[in-house]
């Protein structure tokens, strides 16, 4: 029994320094995620590049004939249209990846403001003596304690799963928020697994929606108010609109002829410039001509390409501000400061401002009196 409570009692201690961890996130390394960037965006664009103009240079100056050959491809008219179409190809791409990016750094912020207004709404119908308003504390990793209850801790969630799930890494929910919580930690792992006699199962953001709405229900049962559960259900479908806006942008991609053709007309127009011109005219020099057109062109578009997704950036080492992990940060932070400020006591009434002792006091009840000099 002792070896099972110390069992315990060491789950809870690692789960809580997850939230630490999760809250405390190290500073952004720019100066490295710089150099990472350049290295695998346009290093590897310039190292080829290099590669092959030495190699091309080399048979022009010692193997017999070759120049009167690379003079053949000198097509000045053929060169032009393709440096033409490959430089509308690359000006396209590097725009649609960095509107994705803004696209989806747009939809996040929508939905942690959706639950941002699910969670102060909820907090408004939690008022004291009413269903669903049990807190409790729980610790929060540094030694303190923080209050709050389940429905704060789901929503909390939401955030960090679509993070994940854009980032196409597996999801730990004890890492979540919600993993400080046995109920609900089991609630997901049984919303998650497969269901009986299918291969089907919920997807992680389904299943904390299901969570969240089945939440919903049980505050609002036995209530009345149908605008209240209209208003609490539509920042639910503003969330929802929000995921689906976020998983189709990160999820689409463009034919992959397209992409097939860019890399295929700007090789074309490398080669192609390199023997016709840069190398019977510049002779050695051409392998640093050769990196510098590779660094202007093609090496923009690959460092991009790395930003299209910025769920997909860590947040110690990012060459653009980590506003994902920053925003999912701020909704849990802001989250628990809602449900861990105390309920008003207007338990015996669903009109409390008609209560004499709740109205503030008038002019006319002090006899306040105009006094003019």
Sequence with gaps: MYA??????????NIAAMRRKRLNKEPNDWCMAIVLDFLWGAGPWIVGTCAVAVGLWA????????????????????IAAISTFSAFLLVSKIQANLECNSTIIKSFG??????????LWLKSQMISGKRFNNTFELDDGSGGKFTTNQIGLTLASVPYIVKYVGRKVAIIPEGLPLGQNKYLLDTYHKYTAQAKGTNAKMMPFKAVML??????????????????????FAQLNAMTAAEGNISGTAGYNPPYILDALLFIVFVLFLLLTLVSDLIPNNNA????IAAVVAFSTIAFFQISNRYWNPMALRSKRSGQEPLISKMCVSTEVTITAIF??????????????????????????????????
């Design 4 to 13: 099972n409570l110390h069992k315990h009692a060491q789950k809870t201690t």
């Design 59 to 78: 048979i022009h100056e010692h193997v017999d004939g070759a120049p009167a050959t690379f003079q053949q491809f000198n097509a000045p008219a053929a």
């Design 110 to 119: 929508n939905l942690n403001g959706a639950v941002i207004n699910l969670s």
């Design 211 to 232: 969570m969240i709405s089945e939440q919903i229900d049980a505050i609002q049962q036995g209530e009345a108010n149908e605008n209240e559960y209209s208003l609490l």
């Design 285 to 288: 020099n051409v392998i640093w």
């Design 340 to 373: 861990g400020q105390p309920s008003p006591s207007y338990a015996t009434s669903r009109n409390p401002l008609t209560d004499t002792t709740t109205v503030p006091p008038t002019a006319a009840s002090t006899g306040f009196r105009l006094r003019f000099a």
